[in-house]
């Protein structure tokens, strides 16, 4: 059952990477960008959080939360978050619980690998409402960054 464009977006609790508990909840009257990555230290993942990472002053002019998840333990995201000066926050969902709630789990990655998030993006307006939501079959792909800025555009 995937969420679609319409829906209420699944609500969630995951740890940031400085350990703070963060909910959607806590980002109400603001839009989300969240997104869904299967894994820290990989080449792909990494081009797609630079990417956030140095547009950064965009999204923030369209009054957009940009929050990143994946299956990798906290320990792993903060590593990565220093060592590429991420600017938003990583949250792990070690438990697998909000990438299957966004429909966003691969039932077996490459290498035998069970339950990674698949790439994946969404745009949550200010009342919690999913108005864009993409997910990727092939990990290989970037999501659509114009069509997610055009998604928030529209909102504002």
Do not use: H
């Not at 960008?33 to 993942?45: D, I, N, S, W, Y």
């Not at 339950?115 to 993409?134: N, T």
């Amino acid at each position: 059952m995937s969420v679609k464009v319409g829906e209420k977006a699944p609500n969630f609790k995951l740890r940031a990477t400085d350990k703070s508990e963060v909910s959607l909840e806590d980002y109400r009257g603001k839009n989300v960008v969240l997104l869904f990555f299967p894994l820290a230290f990989t080449g792909v993942c990494t081009t797609e959080l630079c990417t956030m990472r140095d547009d950064i002053g965009t999204y923030e002019g369209l009054d957009a939360q940009v929050l990143a998840v994946s299956v990798d333990s906290l320990f792993t995201l903060e590593q990565f978050k220093n060592q590429q000066n991420y600017n938003f926050p990583l949250l792990s969902d070690f438990n697998k619980t909000v990438s299957r709630a966004y429909s966003t789990l691969y039932e077996t990655f490459v290498l035998d690998m069970k339950g990674v998030s698949k790439r994946s993006a969404f745009v949550i307006d200010k009342e919690g409402m999913i108005q864009y939501a993409e997910v990727l079959e092939s990990a290989g792909d970037l999501p659509n960054f114009e069509a997610v800025k055009e998604t928030l555009s529209s909102l504002n």
